[in-house]
């Protein structure tokens, strides 16, 4: 999908044999959309992150992490927050593998999520944007700004995890 519905499920497919048959893999079911928020990693890691209605009761903004190409899956991130809440883009380091970045947001609860250790831990380590879109380079990323604080992009310096600058359309 590439948009959200509240009452729809996502389902993750996989094909084997360049897209002629599929076999369904992952079945979210909390009215998900996760079109943009693929993650793959040299390993062949697979992360997919749930956009999430924003008032779910079932708290709907996981991260979801497959080990073996996409066969089976594991939930590695729930936010605590219950509304208010999105998540937004995944993104793999391009130097390091075992880095991934999540950027969430809506009103509140908005910044960048980064995992150090592959998935299995995350850490909020900046505060203050509501980036959407990601374009990486090997030192910092450019961030889409959606509403906060206000339409533009942050270059965001990967080594430090500091916000550098911020152009404001």
Known sequence: VDRWEKEA??????????????????????GAAVGWNFAIDKN??????????????DNARRIYRSQDGGYTWEI?????????????RIIIDNQNPDIIYQSVGDWRHHGILKSKDGGDSWTKVISGIH????LQFDDYIL???????????????????????????
Do not use: C, R
Request: charged share 25%; hydrophobic share 30%; net charge negative.
């Open 143 to 169: 961030w889409s700004l959606d509403n906060y604080p206000g339409p533009g992009i942050a270059w965001h310096d990967k080594k430090t995890d500091t916000i550098k600058s911020i152009y404001h359309l």
């Open 76 to 88: 590695v991130y729930s936010p605590k927050e219950k509304n208010d809440y999105h998540n937004h």
């Open 131 to 134: 980036p959407t879109g990601a």
């Open 44 to 57: 062949e890691n697979v992360f997919v992150s749930e956009y999430g209605y924003k008032q779910l009761p």
């Open 9 to 30: 499920n996502a389902k993750i497919w996989l094909s084997e044999d360049g897209g002629k048959t599929f076999e369904k893999m992952l079945n979210i079911q909390s």
